[in-house]
């Protein structure tokens, strides 16, 4: 999502700067666009490596690089705080934002800063460096007012497209999760989901049904498994979800006994839960009744 969103981010940047270059003809601030024609030129460089390429780390680091100098000269040139530059800062760190990976956000917010409080200061300790390059206040209203407007419309369709693509992304997450449930519910087995502190995300309806027939109690999503676990099979429960957390697949034959149904064989397995990435985010505790082929003399098992 975040290199489209910087390939519609520079669509949209081209369009809006063409918008200004002509805005600059009516109000006569022609210092100003020559600074657009080089950005212009940026964001063409930063749209090929990016859409074409495939090179999104070039096309990001040019346009942050890009959007800050030209921001501050902007600044320099169009009349510093009576200007409408500080509205082109908002602007571009939703820009930058949108379509980066959140851990360069703190990044961005923290270049932001710190470029703004610099140039801020620079005019307050040095006025003379900034000129007043408006013909007069109707041009600058004018110019102050299509800035801002653009601005906000272009804030407007990013965030538009974001929560579009949020939306999207949602329903076909709760279609995901609905099929999963329904795939799991059909099952004759017990499948618990668990987090990192062993506490319960999801269970179906095996599991909810045994869990109520042998302790008189419900599943609750939020509660530690282990209050749901034999006392007798405790602690070597909670030692496989142990293993099972570092990444160890556990699997074993155990009978254990219920005051209310009395004496089942389980075969237990244990498997890490693995995100897009690669790391663990929890586990799953699965149980599958095999008592009848206990009874039936097959297999080998351990007891509790």
Known sequence: ???????????????VLLLFLVLN?????????????????????????????????????????????????????????EGPTLFLF???????????????HPLWLALHIITVT???????????????????DTARMADITAIYIVSILFIFQLTRYIRAYYEEEKLLANEYALKLKAFFDISGNSHILLDKNFNIIYFNCTA???????????LTSGRSVFDYVSPS???????????????????????????????IWWNISFRPAWDSKGDVIGLSFN??????????????????
């Not at 975040?2 to 369009?15: D, G, I, P, Q, Y």
């Open 25 to 81: 003809g009516f109000t006569g601030l022609w210092r100003r666009s020559v600074l657009l024609i080089i950005i212009f030129a940026c964001e063409i460089i930063v749209y090929y490596y990016s859409r074409f390429k495939k090179q999104y780390a070039t096309g990001l680091i040019i346009n942050g690089l890009v959007s800050y100098a030209a921001l501050a000269f902007n600044y320099y040139l169009n009349s510093g705080i």
């Open 1 to 15: 999502m975040e290199n489209r969103m910087l390939n519609m981010a520079c669509l949209m940047l081209l369009v």
């Open 118 to 136: 610099a140039v801020l200061t620079i005019e307050l300790v040095m006025p003379a460096l900034i000129k007043y390059t408006y013909r007069n």
């Open 90 to 104: 908002f602007f571009t760190l939703h820009t930058l934002v949108s379509g980066t990976p959140a851990k360069l």
């Open 287 to 304: 149980t599958i009744n095999i008592s009848a082929a206990k009874t039936a003399g097959t297999g080998t098992a351990g007891q509790a």
């Open 208 to 218: 909810s049904t045994f869990v109520c027939d042998a302790y008189k109690e419900y």
């Open 233 to 263: 099979y405790a602690a070597q429960c909670r030692e496989n979800c142990v293993k099972a957390l570092a990444g160890t697949i556990v699997q074993e034959q155990r009978m254990i006994t219920y005051e209310q149904l009395g004496n």
